[in-house]
T-cell receptor, first 114, second 112 residues
Framework: AQSVTQLDSHVSVSEGTPVLLRCNYSSSYSPSLFWYVQHPNKGLQLLLKYTSAATLVKGINGFEAEFKKSETSFHLTKPSAHMSDAAEYFCVVTRSSATNKLIFGTGTLLAVQP | DADVTQTPRNRITKTGKRIMLECSQTKGHDRMYWYRQDPGLGLRLIYYSFDVKDINKGEISDGYSVSRQAQAKFSLSLESAIPNQTALYFC???????????FGSGTRLTVV
């Protein structure tokens, strides 16, 4: 069975400071991992994805994530937060082959203070 | 136009009513999905379809039914709506063998 655990339901940072959103996964198979972002009253947008290529994945808007198999983690980071980064972020896992279903984490709400 | 279009965007309905949420796509993807989002629970899969003749239940299919009228259209029905079906519903598509999912903007459904 596969699952993801987002370790923080809320994270608050100041504008210009680093962002760290934590995600641990569990998978019996070689996983594919994603981060999605959802801005208020908007749909889901893909930030980045890991599909067994490079372990450090760069996404849109300056975000990146590192796949660490030994730690079963896929944390999302950004060096400097912007006000526009305030949103809810979802870590997602799926099988790397014959994929058909996304397993979503419960989400982390990021607040950015001026 | 959006790649994945959901209608309606918002809907308020009464308990016991039948309601249909519609999803259409211009991506040409063969796989389509319906998810619901509840606060603090993330998104959970209701139904998915690999093609017009292939419909599968997800983890929370009770109380829901779907219809894949064409490759581009996938509708979700609530036969007799109940208040705990109040949620944000998302349709998504994916090309077979690929990893890229495209989500619609969501339908906010309130059952009173």
């Amino acid at each position: 069975a596969q699952s993801v655990t987002q370790l923080d339901s809320h994270v608050s940072v100041s504008e210009g400071t680093p962002v760290l959103l934590r995600c641990n996964y569990s998978s019996s198979y070689s996983p594919s991992l994603f981060w999605y972002v959802q801005h208020p009253n908007k749909g889901l947008q893909l930030l980045l994805k890991y599909t067994s290529a490079a372990t450090l994945v760069k996404g849109i808007n300056g975000f990146e994530a590192e796949f660490k198999k030994s730690e079963t983690s896929f944390h999302l980071t950004k060096p400097s937060a912007h006000m526009s980064d305030a949103a809810e972020y979802f870590c997602v896992v799926t099988r790397s082959s014959a994929t058909n279903k996304l397993i979503f984490g419960t989400g982390t709400l990021l607040a950015v203070q001026p | 136009d959006a790649d994945v279009t959901q209608t309606p965007r918002n809907r308020i309905t009464k308990t016991g009513k039948r309601i249909m949420l519609e999803c259409s796509q211009t991506k040409g993807h063969d796989r389509m999905y319906w998810y619901r989002q509840d606060p603090g629970l993330g998104l959970r899969l209701i139904y998915y379809s690999f093609d017009v003749k292939d419909i599968n239940k997800g983890e929370i299919s009770d109380g829901y039914s779907v219809s894949r009228q064409a490759q581009a259209k996938f509708s979700l029905s609530l036969e007799s709506a109940i208040p705990n079906q109040t949620a944000l519903y998302f349709c998504a598509t994916r090309a077979g063998g690929g990893y890229g999912y495209t989500f619609g903007s969501g339908t906010r459904l309130t059952v009173v």
